[in-house]
């Protein structure tokens, strides 16, 4: 056998042999630790946490170390969390995929949750924007806590007065996500027709009233039951998916935001127009490995192809959209739609609520 023949040979096994590895390593399941004993002298807090990969059920409401605020950071008195799927894919570790950021065969971080509203309790001495007492939202690892600490230039915010600590924990990772998905991936414009596919949802209610402040005609598409409520929120149209299937009704749409990814691409593609742009927020979890990511490789087989462009995107909490959200909401024009709220203890069965995948708008976790 020739030279380079045995050298692909051996670098095909040694790949196999990797991917394998990988695939084993990022599949495996450690089971849940104990919690680690602390220092007498530790100031406590409770907190949510989760010491191996799995259900609702493996998470425990648990004493840890109250954080300080570093030079740099803001120490927040969490007074209302937000649930998002977000937090049950890495409660989950799934699709495996996330491991990779969460860590290999149990979490390295055991904490859990992301968005919060509450009070500044202490600030760093180089921290200048935020002092004491302020009413702050924003997004930080480890929200369903007592207390966080946030870095002054990361996603915290001042809470608009007219908002309750519940409505502006209810918006960080949905809000941003419906605001970047419409104006930086879909590019909306004033005029435009603009299918919201899960209207009813976390990202969707906000998406429904964002792009009608963006001046497009808005359809949002949900069940039946909450075919009220989201007209209610400022849908010109609202298709009821139990009745009727957007993609075959003839109608074409300049930009149609998804976050539930119940069609194929060459489906949604009939309801795009000749130019239209479609955004893809979220995917059915179907599968443990890369589950709602197939949407992003159907999006790039398909687009070389059509004159529609297919944009999966990823959500990146910053200061300057929370900030843009804010006043939105402070003109009263993007309000949170909040569906059921839990206390911190009862983090579970939020999630578990919300991993049914019929929420109606945001379920809120409520410290106060
Ligand atoms: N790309 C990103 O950066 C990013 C960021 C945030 C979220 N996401 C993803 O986006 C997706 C949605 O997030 P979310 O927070 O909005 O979730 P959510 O609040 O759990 O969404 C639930 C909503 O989906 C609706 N729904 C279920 N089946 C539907 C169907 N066949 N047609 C239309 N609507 C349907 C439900 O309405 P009914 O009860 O009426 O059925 C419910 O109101 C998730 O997959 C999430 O992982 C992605």
Redesign the pocket.
Known sequence: MKLRYKILIVVLVLVTGMLSWLAVSLSHDSPCGPAPALPEQTILMKAVVHRCYGAADVLRLEDVAKPTAADNEVLVQVHAASV???DW?YLRGTPYIVRLDSGFGKPENPRLGVDFAGTVAAVGKSVTHFKPGDEVFGGKFGAFAEYVSVREDRALVLKPANMTFEQAAAVP??AI?ALQGLRDKGQIKPGQKVLI??A?????TFAVQLAKSFGAEVTG???T??VAMVRSIGADHVID?TQEDFTKSGEHYDLILD??G?HTLLENRRALAPHGIFVI???PNNGQWIG?LMGLIDALVLSPFVSQKFRP???ELNPGDLSILGDLMQAGKVTPVIDRQYALSEVPAAIRY?EA????GKVVINLK
């Not at 995948?357 to 109606?360: L, V």
């Open positions: 998002n799927p977000l894919h990772i949905a996500t596919n899960g009813s949802g976390g990202v969707g598409v949900c069940s039951k909450n998916y976050t539930v119940n927020v979220g995917g709602p995107f990823l959500a919300l995948g019929h929420a109606r």
